[in-house]
């Protein structure tokens, strides 16, 4: 059975830093390329960030580039968002998912407030 199991969400401030992992399991998580997407209530889904199924290649949208950092580890079967600096808007609900959107986690709230 595939999980894909999402945390280290929480309540920030401004300007702090969150690590949100995604823990992968059920299927050959060294072949997908992953992705994180968020969501704000009543928004549709934002795509955040991809990762190549490697790990060498990745992008991220315009508004968190050079904030947030997407990195896997294939040994470990888990892929991880470094969020620094984060903003009021940055609020949302996480989720990692495969690349595609064969699979996906059930997400993590993020909040960022003072």
């Known amino acids: 059975e595939v999980h894909l199991v999402e945390s280290g969400g929480g309540l920030v401030q401004p300007g702090g830093s969150l690590r949100l992992s995604c823990a992968a399991s059920?299927?050959?998580?060294?072949?997908?390329?992953m992705i994180w997407v968020r969501q704000v209530p009543g928004k549709g889904l934002e795509l955040v960030s991809i990762i190549n199924n490697g790990g060498g290649s990745t992008k991220s949208a315009d508004s968190v580039k050079g904030r947030f950092i997407i990195s896997r580890d294939n040994a470990k079967n888990t892929l991880h968002l470094q969020m620094n600096s984060l903003k009021v808007e940055d609020t949302a609900v996480y989720y990692c998912?495969?690349?595609?959107?064969?699979?996906w986690g059930q997400g993590t709230q993020v909040t960022v407030s003072s």
């Open positions: 998912g495969t690349k595609g959107g064969t699979y």
């Open positions: 059920g299927f050959t998580f060294s072949s997908y390329g």
